[in-house]
């Protein structure tokens, strides 16, 4: 059985719109979890055997009327053996229409054709116009639902049919299948299934936005992390298990702490891929917490996951495996706490000639075949810098224009005389920008007696020479 | 006195067959142990466990290349080539699709340089320590083995290098005996390359090499004046160290990978 709960235009109400439809589907969830929207005033629910709760048909439809009458709603209800007899029926005039089971066809013949058309109103009054109901997570058009029902597509017919004399359901529904389908083909015999008041496909119904969210209340107040690990772990432990069975991952955590001093101490944990591993769960929000202490003993803790479809992974026999996103996850927090902020991740070059100059990325490598089908092979050594990245002063003699002797103040660093030289080349930018970001740079490779190679410059600014790496 | 020469003889092979008997029955007990890899008669890594430096010279000497699973290390004074083969290590790495974590101690890595060595930046995960003074060392050399050891926890890194090269000795001296230990325990059976860039040789695992750069070097220089006198590289005298092989003797050459520049 299947209950429709139709709430017409004319009728007096002062909610409208959203606010209308959400109580619409917040009434049909109170009463089945099944629902299915059908418009912004039209709503099917699945009353399959709910009779042993709500009672018999007719009981159950002034209970929905009563109950939408304490809302300030005006709504009609249609209680039918099938999705479309409930739908045709509440387009009638009367207010609560019951129709038993396998007469759909009888207690509609007496309707006239017009509902059709009344439905398919209702239906397209929101075509391609999203709707969000309190309960559902994301936004739906009601064209994906309720007009791949047949309503809107048979519309079209509806004036051959009337001009043919045919004024009711019943009519219709009476001519010989055959005939209409040799002179309206599919459309007809889809039509007049629409008028005996027949599905063609099952209740879709709407997705339940579900709250995952775990909490536990603690006897005795707890301090340090180490016993939050445990609570953590009683409370991840459901909630990831939830995520899973809905297949779904965290993609952002909501940590709640309720602390002793009635304070609340909440963290928000925004992941670069949605996890579900409670372990790793747990020791991202112990890392958060390491670095964010709460201020005194924890009475509560609530975790609230914002979910996101879980990511699927297709391997490959053909491509090397990377670090999955979820260890990376957790390497990367950690090492951020250990080494700093921006100071891990894959370099990425800048569009610039200036030396050093370089910006991080987050490290994210992606699953691809080898460039290569050969290993690279023979390709020989070639030299790199070892850069300081504070370049290091220097003291540099020069004779002739030339330098002859290095000396710096670290022991480790350049020092020594100058066997051999080339140079300088010069470079320089940003002289458009503002003074600080300047550099103009005399830079040598120099081979002092030391043995080491290095790249010095003469920093045309401040006069001032520095040593900017070692050839390596 | 008279010696009974084939009772000397039959005590002789009893005593050789016995000698086998019992080095195999240690060899079996060490490999029960998962201390059988420092053992010279233990069977050589399948090709499949040993992945190309990038460099054929180098390779050949390293028996295929360098051990997956085992920490090797790249030895050197100052432009010795330690960071070139340490580039070409990666660059190799990269170019089989592998993701490479480098822990820079000292934060010397230079992205411009090494991309023109080959290396794809995109898959190197960079852990930067911080350029610091002689006596903070100690502390970025510590951050630098605890940022080693989350790393070793995630699998899948083809390569994990370690930078200490710019260590002063005598706070590397401090790291207790066991880090090594630690390391190569660490990725001992994964299919990660371990590999210590250091100026003095600290500690490779028994299945890893040490590849000892600039045991002579000359530097290589082109043009005959100061004023079109360009850097062309080093000429490195290298000598390849492990376990189960005898040591190596190679000559590198690194070239400039620098574009060509002009003369003010």
């Given at each position: 059985m299947f209950a429709c709960l139709y709430h017409p235009p004319r009728s007096t109400t002062s909610r409208s719109g959203l606010d209308l439809i959400n109580t619409l589907v917040h009434l049909a969830h109170e009463h089945s979890p099944r629902v299915e929207v059908h418009g912004p005033d039209l709503v099917v629910m699945d009353v399959h055997g709910l009779k042993h709760v709500w009672g018999p048909p007719r009981e159950m439809g002034e209970r929905l009327r009563r109950v939408a009458a304490e809302r300030d709603l005006g709504i009609r209800v249609a209680v039918a053996g099938t999705k479309m007899a409930a739908l045709l029926a509440t387009?009638?005039?009367?207010?609560l229409t019951i129709i038993p089971s396998h007469a759909e066809a009888e207690a509609l013949s007496t309707l006239p054709i017009s509902v059709v058309k009344q439905l398919s109103k209702a239906q397209t009054s929101i075509l391609g116009r999203p709707i969000r109901t309190r309960r559902s997570s994301s936004e739906r058009t009601v064209g994906s639902v309720a007009l791949s029902s047949r309503v809107v597509s048979v519309l079209m017919l509806l004036p051959v049919v009337q001009r043919w004399g045919v004024r009711t359901l019943g009519e219709l529904a009476a001519l010989p299948a055959n005939e209409l389908f040799s002179r309206l083909g599919h459309g007809g015999l889809e039509f007049q299934r629409i008028a005996r008041g027949e599905d063609s496909r099952p209740l879709v119904p709407e997705a339940v936005a579900e709250r995952f969210e775990e909490t536990v209340t603690l006897e005795w107040p707890i301090e340090g992390l180490e016993l939050l690990s445990f609570v953590l772990g009683r409370v991840l432990d459901p909630l990831c298990a939830h995520l899973k069975k809905r297949g779904v991952a965290a993609e952002r955590l909501r940590v709640r702490l309720t602390l002793v001093s009635r304070q609340t101490h909440e963290r928000t944990l925004r992941f670069p891929t949605a996890v579900s591993d409670p372990n790793v769960l747990r020791t991202l929000i112990l890392l958060d917490l390491d670095a964010h202490p709460p201020s005194t003993g924890i009475d509560r803790v609530t975790v609230v996951a914002d979910p996101v479809p879980a990511r699927t992974r297709q391997f490959s026999l053909l491509e090397r495996a990377v670090p999955s996103a979820e260890s990376l996850s957790t390497l990367l927090v950690r090492l951020t706490v250990l080494m700093?902020?921006?100071?891990?991740g894959s370099p990425a070059l800048v569009d610039t000639h200036q030396p050093g100059v370089f910006e991080m990325c987050p490290f994210a490598p992606k699953s691809h075949p080898p460039k290569h089908e050969q290993p690279r092979v023979g390709t020989g050594l070639l030299s790199v810098l070892r850069r300081f990245r504070h370049p290091v002063s220097a003291r540099v003699t020069v004779e002739h224009g030339y330098p002859v002797r290095v000396s710096t103040l670290q022991p480790n660093s350049a020092n020594g005389r100058v066997v051999t030289c080339a140079g300088p080349w010069r470079s320089s930018g940003r002289w458009w920008m503002p003074s600080y970001s300047v550099w103009d740079h005399d830079e040598w490779d120099v081979e002092l007696s030391d043995g080491g190679v290095y790249r010095i410059f003469r920093d045309r600014v401040s006069k001032r020479w520095f040593v900017e790496g070692l050839m390596d | 006195m008279e010696i009974d020469q084939p009772a000397e003889l039959r005590y002789n092979r009893r005593t050789k067959s016995e000698m086998n008997t019992n080095i195999a029955k240690l060899e079996s007990l060490l490999h029960a142990k998962s201390l059988g890899d420092s053992l010279v008669s233990s069977r050589l890594l399948p090709v499949e466990r040993l992945a190309t430096t990038g460099v054929s010279e180098l390779d050949k000497s390293l028996g295929g290349g360098l051990a997956r699973g085992h920490l090797s290390e790249v030895v050197g004074p100052p432009s010795s080539g330690r960071t070139s083969v340490l580039a070409a290590v990666i660059a190799a790495a990269t170019d089989r699709g592998e993701a490479v974590a480098l822990i820079d101690t000292f934060d010397n890595f230079d992205p411009v340089s090494s991309q023109a060595a080959g290396v794809d930046l995109s898959r190197v995960l960079w852990v930067r320590g911080r350029q610091s003074a002689p006596r903070m060392a100690f502390h970025c050399i510590d951050q630098a083995v605890k940022a080693v050891g989350l790393v070793t926890q995630t699998d899948r890194f083809g390569v994990i290098a370690v930078d200490f090269?710019?260590?002063?000795a005598q706070a590397l001296r401090r790291l207790p005996f066991t880090t090594w230990l630690r390391l190569a325990r660490a990725i001992k059976g994964s299919e990660t390359i371990g590999i210590v860039v250091a100026s003095t040789a600290m500690g490779r695992s028994a299945g890893g090499h040490s590849i000892v750069l600039g045991v002579s070097r000359s530097t290589q220089w082109s043009g005959d004046a100061t004023q079109n006198r360009?850097?062309?590289g080093i000429d490195i005298d290298t000598r390849v160290e492990s376990t189960r092989y005898p040591s190596y003797q190679l000559r590198l050459k690194t070239h400039d990978s620098r574009p060509t520049t002009h003369h003010f």
């Open positions: 387009q009638g005039r009367c207010e700093g902020d921006q100071r891990c | 090269a710019e260590a002063p360009v850097f062309r």
